[in-house]
């Protein structure tokens, strides 16, 4: 209907905005010219949308070095007082907090270690840090974005075994700021990374695997992780590749987390559980060249890592597979028996060109990095930018 011709254009206009700025995302200091040749953009249609996007104080526009003939361009950048993204991890042992700006670039804020095992002091120590970030940069804040080694189902987390959580309300990290609190799991939010920016960059299916204290991952297909029915998918590490006979803090029995970390080194060495899983590992990491015990307890849980990727490979048939965290040290301790245990259990047909595995390209900062891409396309979406003209007119 005729009636709706203002709205349909205005939602045109919002949607070639966000496809921009998309693109200032994927590549830090792009040209107004690549921009409309990546979106199949006329010159005077680029024009316009960067000069709309200029005014509303979302980007700036500085001339680009002059090489060979063509017309003069100009480079896109995020715009000093535009908007920004908070994003924070919790981790095992401690937490971050970082700002990032419209082209993803991250600058970190103020990390910590926990000062307790319980929820309340953390939470309440991250909120302070995330309250003076508010307070600093004001109204530039559009979203914060966090990414937890926990599991959530509809947004909220329902456990967090490394942690020693069970179900915690986190919302008050943000209550009265009327932000939107965006969550998810910490490898879930890596294998974004990852997908986007990272070792798995322009895969159309990427599977990634964290290793910490147990193993989490992602699938990743279109940049996006497949998450399942109330965001709780990606448990991989709650699969039963492992020992039924080993209960597992989630509740379930023989979970493949039992057999990739700090505890299955300890069963194999014949010692007692860690207290802390993750330290243990790197201490048998650093010692397995000189010490012939540890070489072969870190091989077995190489096997068992390697085995499982496989099992998933043959359920997703990835593009590729990344390795975060201590996957990537481990099959560089043990190439041969993580190869050998990779190649045995792939399906035949697939042994002939398996998914390449390969090592995370954004390492410690993937979680951190995901939350980023997750929080900027929440505030680079059709009705965020409508919202921040309606705050900024020109």
Known sequence: MASDRPERARNARWRAAADVLAQVRREPGITRASVARRLNLSTGSATEITARLRDLRLLTETPAPVRGRGRPTTVLAPHPSGPLVLAAELR??????AVATLDGRVEHLQAGRHASRDPGPVLAELRQVLDRSRRWYGERVRAVSLAVAATFVDG?????????????????LIAGSGLPLLVGNDATLAGVAEARTGSASGAATALHLLVEVGIGGALIVGGHPVTGAGGAGGEYGHIPFGDRRLRCPCGARGCWDLEVDGRALARHLGEPPPADPHTYMRDVLDRAPRDAAARRAVAAVARALASGIAGLVNAHAP???????????LRAAAPAEFGEAYAEGLMTFRRAQPPPVLDAAHGDEGALRGAVAVGLDHVTSEAALASWAERHPR
């Open 156 to 172: 909220h987390l329902v456990q967090a075994s490394s942690l020693g959580w069970g179900p915690v309300d986190l919302t008050g």
């Open 92 to 97: 095992q042992e401690d937490w971050r907090c």
């Open 319 to 329: 593009d590729v597979v990344t390795l975060g965290g201590f996957a990537g040290p």
